[in-house]
């Protein structure tokens, strides 16, 4: 995300806290004269201050809404409710959104970075069980049953999300009963990942669930950077990071990747995909 520093010293750049919350509303119009204060850039959508910080927000919430199934199908007055109580949320790398076990009352998009969903086991070790990438829509679970987070939600690199409260979205749902078919796609979505995670753990080994993630993380790219490290890349795979970085050691050494720190070259994507299926 772009944090470039304000011409005035007093204002700091918005990553010095773990979670930062700002209402998009707030926009930088209502302030006279506060415009000869920053930088004039034009692909910024709206410039926040908050509590004598410039916190910078690099996506339009309405457009970012729109893209998704949901809120696709909502008419502009009822886009304009959830507008008006949506909060965009800022988080550091490292910063947990919400714990397992914490009480649900809010749904998230995420506008840019990298969420992992975690589970914790009674050995204490974390196991990563779902990655949300941007455009993804996460934590709508709440919104059908009256029980608390099932996961721990963490920012795998610095991320930027739109955080809405359920009641408009349940009043939404009451009022156009046909607006539950998204959330009836996106519910068999998670079902049929959770089977194909079960699916990867029967009957795939580690070099199997690595050569899977890799090829997951990927995508259509053969070069690419893992925003990871060797503990959430093990998790991710379900594995010991001795294993997996053995695993990686190997492709490297048959020639199916080339890897350097973090960034990552797909040299036999062919190879990959045999082992992973």
Request: aromatic share 6%; charged share 30%.
């Amino acid at each position: 995300l772009p944090c470039r520093q304000p011409r005035k010293p007093s204002l700091s750049c918005q990553w010095e806290t773990p979670i930062t919350r700002v209402k998009p509303n707030h926009s930088i119009h209502k302030y006279e004269g506060l415009s000869s204060l920053v930088e004039d850039d034009k692909t910024l959508d709206l410039r926040i201050l908050l509590d004598l910080q410039l916190v910078w927000i690099t996506m339009d919430p309405r457009l970012l809404l729109r893209q998704t199934a949901l809120f696709s199908m909502l008419d502009e007055d009822t886009l304009d409710e959830v507008l008006q109580v949506l909060t965009v949320i800022k988080l550091k790398r490292g910063t947990d959104l919400f714990l397992e076990n914490d009480k649900a009352n809010t749904l998230y998009i995420v506008a840019d970075g990298r969420i992992a969903i975690i589970k914790s086991f009674v050995d204490r070790k974390d196991s990563m069980v779902a990655l949300i990438e941007p455009g993804d829509l996460f934590g709508e679970m709440g919104l059908f049953e009256d029980q608390p987070r099932s996961a721990t939600a963490r920012a795998l690199e610095n991320s930027e999300l739109v955080e809405v409260p359920y009641p408009p979205i349940r009043k939404a749902l009451e009022a156009r009963p046909s607006l539950l078919w998204s959330l009836v796609s996106l519910l068999a979505q998670r079902l049929r990942s959770t089977d194909s995670a079960l699916a990867d753990a029967m009957f795939l080994d580690v070099t199997g669930r690595t050569a899977k993630r890799i090829l997951e993380i990927a995508g259509n790219s053969d070069e690419f950077v893992i925003p990871l490290t060797q503990e959430e890349l093990a998790g991710l795979v379900g594995a010991s990071r001795e294993r997996v970085n053995k695993t990686l050691a190997s492709f490297a050494k048959s020639g199916l990747l080339d890897i350097s720190d973090r960034r990552y070259t797909i040299l036999k994507r062919d190879k990959l995909e045999q082992i992973s299926s």
